[in-house]
């Protein structure tokens, strides 16, 4: 059995992080997606543990205390994270894992995971970006300005990341497959090919 690994998506609002993820695992449903822990409370249509793992603050900060949380911000006076047992779970029995998360989460994972595979959603530029965000009709103009400019800040992260697949309008499903092919690629590292030294010696 080969080891899971993990795979960090991350990217600037509108990059398509959660359109780009849902066809991967439309495609490739051997593949897990981690399901983020939240202290604020479910709205109508989500339901715990599909949606989030929906949690009391206490047993957040308790989670945090103890070194339990992957990753982890907070935003309107909640605290949003990935819970780290459900993640090394996985991919203790085999599967790969994508976390779909901020840029800012992305960075404390790969401190913690020294292994974990950083993939960067862009667009293809400015503009499309910015064509995204007043296309969605749910913001005000000074949220969008304040999104385009954090999505220069987080860009600029980008050496920091391990592969970068820009997410072109209309190729929903060519982006997906090529975040799919750098998942086998990583396989083929001899870092996990024990396995096969192992059958010849």
């Not at 479910?42 to 945090?64: L, W």
Request: net charge negative; hydrophobic share 35%.
């Amino acid at each position: 059995m080969r080891k899971g690994l993990l795979f960090i998506i991350s990217g600037p609002a509108g990059s398509g992080k959660g359109t780009v993820v849902n066809a991967l695992l439309e495609a490739h449903p051997e593949i897990t997606l981690s399901i983020s822990a939240t202290t604020r409370s479910p709205r109508p249509n989500e339901e715990n543990g599909v949606h989030y793992h929906f949690i009391s603050k206490e047993e957040f900060e308790k989670r945090i205390e103890n070194g339990k949380m992957l990753e982890y911000a907070t935003y309107n006076e909640n605290y949003y994270g990935t819970p780290e047992k459900e993640v090394l779970e996985a991919m203790e029995a085999g599967k790969d894992v994508i976390l779909e998360i901020e840029v800012a989460g992305a960075m404390q994972i790969k401190e913690k995971i020294k292994d974990s595979v950083a993939i960067m959603l862009t667009p293809p530029n400015k503009e499309v970006l910015e064509a995204r965000l007043r296309g969605r009709g749910t913001e005000t103009e000074e949220v969008i300005k304040w999104r385009l400019e954090r999505a220069k800040e987080e860009i600029m992260l980008l050496p920091q990341y391990d592969y970068s697949v820009v997410n072109e309008d209309g190729l929903i499903d060519k982006c997906a497959e090529k975040i799919y092919k750098i998942i086998e690629s990583e396989h083929q590292r001899t870092a996990y090919t024990k396995t096969i030294i192992e059958k010849f010696i």
